[in-house]
């Protein structure tokens, strides 16, 4: 079990950054794999980037390859989200995500293969 709560979103203009924060309260963090996803109102949950339990791997889609980043403080119980050259179709509600079952770096481009997520966090770019 895992509770994830992020933070750090807020209003930025375009070519900005912004670093997201996803808190995990639990005592299995480093268990998990993690991914970050986005959603705009009315549309689907779409894959942002992943990690992979030990941070061995990470994968982006490819809208943000290159501009993002994601990384994990197992001491900390934290996964973050680096946000570079924001652009407005970056506009979206983000959410952590955590996932209990073994699985590839490839499979976790799927929301269905996540288990546990964050509130959400909204994060707007301004052009």
């Known amino acids: 079990q895992v509770q994830l709560v992020e933070s750090g979103g807020r209003l930025v203009q375009a070519g900005g950054s912004l670093r997201l924060s996803c808190a995990a309260s639990g005592r299995t963090f480093s268990s998990y794999a993690m991914g970050w996803f986005r959603q705009v109102s009315g549309k689907e949950r779409d894959f942002v980037a992943a990690i992979s339990r030990r941070a061995g791997g990470t994968h982006y889609a490819d809208s943000v390859k290159g501009r993002f980043i994601i990384s994990r403080d197992n001491a900390k119980n934290t996964l973050y989200l680096q946000m570079n050259s924001l652009k407005p179709e970056d506009t979206a509600v983000y959410y952590c995500?955590?996932?209990?079952?073994?699985?590839?770096?490839?499979?976790?481009?799927?929301?269905?293969?996540?288990?546990?997520w964050g509130q959400g966090t909204q994060v707007t770019v301004s052009s």
């Open positions: 995500a955590a996932d209990s079952v073994p699985s590839t770096i490839a499979t976790l481009t799927s929301a269905g293969q996540y288990d546990y």
